[in-house]
C-alpha cells in the first residue's frame, strides 16, 4: 500500500502558523476529498478536517484545508502549545482501491 | 453517547489466527460504513478494511487481501475482523472507526495485536 509524503516535521512559535504539505497524484489527491488527522501521543486520531476543507463540529476554526491539482495542505494558525501533536493526511485511492495514509509530520511547539 | 470499543488483541505465533471485535453503543453499525485502521509501534496509520452499510460491500489493502475478512453482527451491534495467516509485520494497534472521514467519525481506543514466535 503506497502512502502520501508529507514532510517529516514542523513547528513554530506559539501564535504563528504552520502549514504541512501532502504530495498525492491523479488517482488519489488530484480527484477525491481528502481528510486530515491529528493524533495526541497514546491517543486515537481525531478528525480535523473532511471533504478538503469542511470542519466537523467542535474543530476550531484555527484548523483548515486546502488543494491544488494533487497537492493537499493542511494549516494551522494561532499554534498552540497543545497542537503538539503528529498530523497525518488520507484520501480514497482510485488505482488502489483503497485508503491511503500520509507519512504523518510531528508538530512541535517552540 | 456514541462509542466503539475494541476487543480481541493479544499474543499470536506467525501463521495464526486471531478474531477482533468492535462493540458499538449508541449508535447501530448498520447505519454507518465501518472501518479498521492499525498502526504499528511508532509508526503511521494504515488503512486495512472497510464494510457498507448493507454489509455487502467490503474491500481490503492489499497487504491484507485473501488473509482478513470484515464483517457485522448485527444481532450484537459489532464489527469484527477475521484475521489469518498472521505475520510479524501485522502486529499494531488495530483501531475500529464509525462514519471514518465523515462528519461523524468516531474511533475506539484500539487494540494491540503481536505477532511473535
Known amino acids: 500500500q503506497s502512502v502520501l509524503p508529507q514532510p517529516p516535521s514542523a513547528s513554530g512559535t506559539p501564535g504563528q502558523r504552520v502549514s504541512i504539505s501532502c504530495s498525492g497524484s491523479?488517482?488519489?489527491?488530484?480527484?477525491?476529498?481528502v481528510s486530515w488527522y491529528q493524533q495526541l501521543p497514546g491517543a486515537a486520531p481525531k478528525l480535523l478536517i473532511y471533504?478538503?476543507?469542511q470542519r466537523p463540529s467542535g474543530v476550531p476554526d484555527r484548523f483548515s484545508g486546502s488543494k491544488s491539482g494533487s497537492s493537499a495542505s493542511l494549516a494551522i494558525s494561532g499554534l498552540r502549545s497543545d497542537d503538539e501533536a503528529d498530523y497525518y493526511c488520507?484520501?480514497?485511492?482510485?488505482?488502489?482501491?483503497?485508503?491511503?495514509f500520509g507519512t504523518g509530520t510531528k508538530v512541535t511547539v517552540l | 453517547e456514541e462509542q466503539v470499543v475494541e476487543s480481541g488483541g493479544g499474543l499470536v505465533q506467525p501463521g495464526g489466527s486471531l478474531r477482533l471485535s468492535c462493540a458499538a453503543s449508541?449508535?447501530?453499525?448498520?447505519?454507518?460504513?465501518m472501518h479498521w485502521v492499525r498502526q504499528a509501534p511508532g509508526k503511521g496509520l494504515v488503512w486495512v478494511s472497510r464494510?457498507?452499510?448493507?454489509?455487502?460491500?467490503?474491500d481490503y489493502a492489499d497487504s491484507v487481501r485473501g488473509r482478513f475478512t470484515i464483517s457485522r453482527d448485527s444481532a450484537k451491534n459489532t464489527l469484527i475482523l477475521e484475521m489469518n495467516s498472521l505475520r510479524v509485520e501485522d502486529t499494531a494497534v488495530y483501531f475500529c472507526?464509525?462514519?471514518?472521514?465523515?462528519?461523524?467519525?468516531?474511533w475506539g481506543q484500539g487494540t494491540l495485536v503481536t505477532v511473535s514466535s
Open positions: 472507526a464509525k462514519d471514518f472521514v465523515g462528519p461523524y467519525d468516531q
Open positions: 449508541g449508535f447501530s453499525v448498520s447505519t454507518y460504513w
Open positions: 464494510i457498507n452499510k448493507n454489509g455487502r460491500t467490503t
Open positions: 491523479s488517482s488519489n489527491v488530484g480527484r477525491d476529498y
Open positions: 471533504n478538503t476543507n
Open positions: 488520507v484520501v480514497w485511492d482510485n488505482s488502489l482501491s483503497g485508503y491511503v
